[in-house]
């Protein structure tokens, strides 16, 4: 028994359409307070990014998982297959829908709520080589961290784990770790501090694809039953939450 596909995608959606509200909001608001100092910026920036997302994913993970991430599902249902646990076929291209849109509302929502334009397209190149390993290192390590957690046993401390970890990867990594094909998607939506120009999408989504390779190789070698897990990731086990029971 697993918590109905629709009450999962609503909250995907409704997870990723706020983190991305709080990404591209506080960029704006760091911006209007902090002009000209590039760094304070960065820093409130990642600050109010870490937090949300840990509070995030305390609202929603007992839901649908917290994903909020195309790649961290995709890996989900990669590493469940053999071990017949975590996401579907169907879920996941549901997940990954769910976020895709919601991350655009999310970057229309902020905009909205700082009387820019609903829709204001970026003109923020970010594009080079470095900026793409920076993706690469981002997001192997967040698969890498996600599925460690959950393959040691340790998913309840995820909230503190993956906010502290994103906070962080925004100073050590030299594209600001996006690690999201989906926010980065949404991020395209607005021309404020946190945006980027839409023709600098698709490598940075490469560059995701790429660390998710990296990252599920890496917990191949490092767990390798990394697996078995998958339905800590996906959504919580029966002992865990109220399930949907069928009628």
Do not use: C, K
Not at 117 to 130: M, N, P, Q
Not at 164 to 186: E, L, M
Not at 228 to 240: G, K, L, S, Y
Request: net charge neutral; hydrophobic share 55%; proline share 4%.
């Amino acid at each position: 028994m697993t918590i109905a596909l629709r009450r999962r995608l609503l909250a995907e959606f409704l997870g990723t359409a706020l983190l991305v509200t709080a990404v591209v909001g506080s960029g704006i608001m760091a911006a209007t307070l902090s002009p000209g100092d590039v760094g304070r910026q960065l820093l409130e920036n990642s600050i109010a990014t870490a937090l949300a997302l840990g509070a995030l994913i305390l609202i929603f993970g007992p839901v649908s998982g917290a994903h909020f991430n195309p790649v961290v599902s995709a890996a989900d249902w990669f590493l469940g297959r053999r071990a017949g646990t975590g996401l579907t076929g169907r879920d996941l291209a549901g997940y990954t829908v769910a976020q895709v849109t919601g991350a655009v509302a999310g970057s229309v929502l902020a905009n909205l709520m700082f009387g820019l334009a609903a829709v204001d397209l970026s003109g923020r190149d970010r594009t080079g080589a470095h900026l793409w390993l920076g993706e690469v290192v981002a997001t192997g390590g967040l698969i890498l961290l996600v599925f460690a957690l959950a393959r040691s046993g340790r998913a309840p401390v995820a909230p503190a784990a993956v906010g502290a970890y994103i906070g962080a990867a925004y100073w050590f990594t030299s594209s600001t770790s996006f690690a999201n094909p989906a926010v980065t998607i949404g991020r395209a939506f607005t021309d404020t501090f946190a945006g980027i120009a839409p023709a600098s999408v698709p490598a940075f989504v490469l560059a995701q694809l790429v660390g998710l390779a990296v990252g599920v190789g890496l917990l191949a070698a490092l767990y390798p039953d990394a697996g078995t897990a998958a339905d800590q990731v996906v959504v919580p086990t029966a002992d865990q939450a109220t399930v949907d029971r069928p009628r």
